[in-house]
């Protein structure tokens, strides 16, 4: 059973702005805390951006803060991530995450129970 559906990924040149969503069948969608994963090739899987239930956002990677902005909407059942002045750096695979906390999200991989399919985000320079 397929809980997260992503999109929006795609090339761009440096300078260049994406944005991500993440479609949940997970219900109630308010009660689960939302995150954006990523992960370059031979590196280890990092948090980007959490927003709770309650809609407080971490920027836990100082790599993207300013630059990404993450946000929810309850009414539509999804996530997103605004993505500005990409970088070559940030090139990788993004994956949303859920978990069922209304009032904390997390920053490690281990504590997140649903996993989007993920999404290349490639950035040239």
């Known amino acids: 059973q397929v809980h997260l559906v992503e999109s929006g990924g795609g090339s761009v040149q440096a300078g260049g702005s994406l944005r991500l969503s993440c479609v949940a069948s997970?219900?109630?969608?308010?009660?689960?805390?939302m995150a954006w994963f990523r992960q370059a090739p031979g590196k280890e899987r990092e948090c980007v951006a959490t927003?709770?239930?309650?809609?407080?956002?971490?920027y836990p990677a100082d790599a993207v803060k300013g630059r990404f902005t993450v946000s929810r909407d309850d009414a539509e059942y999804s996530a997103s991530l605004q993505m500005d002045n990409l970088q070559p750096e940030d090139t990788a695979v993004y994956y949303c995450?859920?978990?069922?906390?209304?009032?904390?999200?997390?920053?490690?991989?281990?504590?997140?129970?649903?996993w989007g399919q993920g999404t290349q985000v490639t950035v040239s320079s």
């Open positions: 997970l219900r109630p969608f308010y009660n689960y805390a």
């Open positions: 927003v709770s239930g309650r809609g407080i956002t971490v």
């Open positions: 995450a859920a978990r069922p906390n209304y009032y904390s999200a997390s920053i490690k991989v281990a504590e997140y129970d649903f």
